[in-house]
């Protein structure tokens, strides 16, 4: 009996190979699935005509594609929380949302580099009107739903983030004033405005004291955006005014309420940090960061035209120059009344709006 337990040994490890072979025929091993990214890129660069100078620069740009196309799937498996909703129970959602758009080739520091715009060459912040803390405000506002904000614009590579801005807000004091909503000219800034850069980027102050030392700023029609510096329209910039402007004023600094009580009477432009992949790639839900509360750092001018809440967390409302593919439809939702005082983003460090 001894002598055959060699031979029973065997025979068991030879059915449990032939086991275990069974069972990987039937489950062959998972197989990563194939790399679509060159598709993938393909067919983005199809989407927004996008063409290189070399074969050497198209293989950069698919590598930097690539990367943030990863890091946007790895940002998104991060975001979900469950609240509770209502009557409904826990409810999984979505706080921020990252996609990809017509930036994906570029790295965050190009990408700021050449979308942004704000220069803080001899920048000294503005006296601050203070607003009565007794003055009216509404729970919420969204100056959209009232005619007074035109469609979102895109400022090309051009730094002009600036007049983007400055435009917007003087768009929409014009609309809530005369009841007319008119698209104005961010390109009579760019050609006209001495104390900006033009396309090397400029200041919101120097914008909208420019445009109220002249009386008004003419209409995006009569004056067209073309994304280059030109030469001032003179006439235009004198005499050719679709809304007239008489001066501007400063929000009190890192105080958002007097900032919420600014943007109850009328859209009032603020400067952000916009450095950050998560800001290039906002897609939607309520922005808390990561970006930098620093004045120091911030570099794009945009306008935030309501406020509200969702889930019980209060946002401001923002309108941003980079087109509607970006964001939620062109806007960004930055988180309100946050614990640091210069705002999500430094938002808080610098807003204005035009008076008229």
Not at 187 to 204: A, I, K, P
Not at 228 to 242: A, M, T
């Amino acid at each position: 009996m001894a002598s055959s337990t060699p031979y029973l040994v065997l025979l068991l490890c030879l059915a449990s190979l032939l086991q275990q072979a069974s069972l990987i025929a039937a489950n062959p091993p998972h197989e990563p699935p194939p790399d679509d990214s060159r598709e993938k890129f393909a067919k983005w660069a199809t989407k927004y005509a996008k063409t290189y100078p070399s074969h050497e620069e198209e293989e950069k740009r698919f590598g930097i594609f690539k990367d943030n196309t990863n890091q946007i799937g790895a940002f998104r498996a991060q975001t979900s929380t469950t609240v509770v909703v209502g009557g409904f129970g826990p409810q999984t959602i979505t706080t921020v949302r990252v996609g990809m758009n017509r930036f994906g080739d570029l790295q965050a520091d190009e990408f700021a580099q050449q979308f942004t715009g704000f220069n803080s060459t001899g920048f000294i912040p503005a006296e601050p009107s203070i607003i009565p803390n007794h003055t009216w405000k509404p729970c919420c506002v969204d100056w959209r739903s009232s005619g007074a904000v035109t469609g979102v614009k895109f400022q090309g590579s051009c730094l002009s983030c600036w007049a983007f801005a400055s435009v917007a807000a003087i768009e929409g004091m014009n609309k809530i004033r005369t009841g007319e909503l008119v698209s104005l000219s961010e390109q009579e800034l760019v050609d006209c405005d001495s104390g900006s850069s033009g396309c090397g980027g400029g200041r919101v102050d120097t914008a909208l004291a420019l445009v109220a030392a002249r009386g008004g700023i003419t209409s995006e029609s009569d004056y067209p955006y073309s994304g280059f510096n030109g030469k001032c329209d003179v006439d235009k910039l004198l005499f050719d005014h679709d809304a007239s402007v008489k001066g501007f004023k400063a929000v009190p600094i890192n105080d958002e309420s007097q900032l919420e009580l600014a943007v109850a009477q009328q859209p009032v432009t603020v400067y952000v940090d916009a450095s950050t992949w998560q800001f290039q790639f906002y897609s939607g839900g309520i922005f808390r960061g990561p970006c930098s509360g620093d004045p120091a750092k911030v570099n794009h001018a945009i306008t935030i035209v309501g406020y509200c809440e969702e889930f019980g967390e209060k946002f401001w409302l923002a309108k941003n120059s980079w087109s509607n593919d970006w964001g939620e439809q062109g806007y960004i939702k930055l988180a309100k009344d946050v614990a640091w005082p210069t705002g999500t983003c430094a938002l808080a460090s610098s807003p204005f709006y035009p008076t008229a």
